[in-house]
Nanobody
Framework: VQLQASGGGLVQAGGSLRLSCAAS??????????VGWFRQAPGKEREFVAA????????IYRDSVRGRFTISRDNAKNTVYLQMNSLKPEDTAVYYC???????????????????WGQGTLVTVSS
């Protein structure tokens, strides 16, 4: 199973982007998986951004993005999204989507809990 992340790009501070993460396998159903978004800035470790449970509920966010980012999914399209508004230069990073079938609530912020990863999409926010 491959997850294909897209939607990154260059945007000015205050702008918006929507990232998408589509699954390549027709037998893969996001409805059966917890999903998460993580990011990694140059020279820094990968960090948690947002996650939701199998049903799409139980969403959690990194403090610095809460109120600006929204994680959602379209099960019919088998795609997960990250809507990013009011972007800041410190949001600049490569963003990765991830999915896991056995991610317990307390582990949703832990990248090791996820089995499947997208290849990453670069988001650059200029000041």
């Amino acid at each position: 199973v491959q997850l294909q992340a897209s939607g990154g790009g260059l945007v000015q501070a205050g702008g918006s982007l929507r990232l998408s993460c589509a699954a390549s396998a027709r037998t893969f159903r996001y409805a059966m998986y917890a999903v998460g978004w993580f990011r990694q800035a140059p020279g820094k470790e990968r960090e948690f951004v947002a996650a939701s449970g199998r049903s799409g509920g139980g969403t959690i966010y990194r403090d610095s993005v809460r109120g600006r980012f929204t994680i959602s999914r379209d099960n019919a399209k088998n795609t997960v999204y990250l809507q990013m508004n009011s972007l800041k230069p410190e949001d600049t990073a490569v963003y990765y989507c991830a999915a896991g079938s056995s991610v317990i609530t307390s582990e949703r912020m832990n990248p090791s809990a996820y089995s499947y990863w997208g290849q990453g999409t670069l988001v650059t926010v200029s000041s």
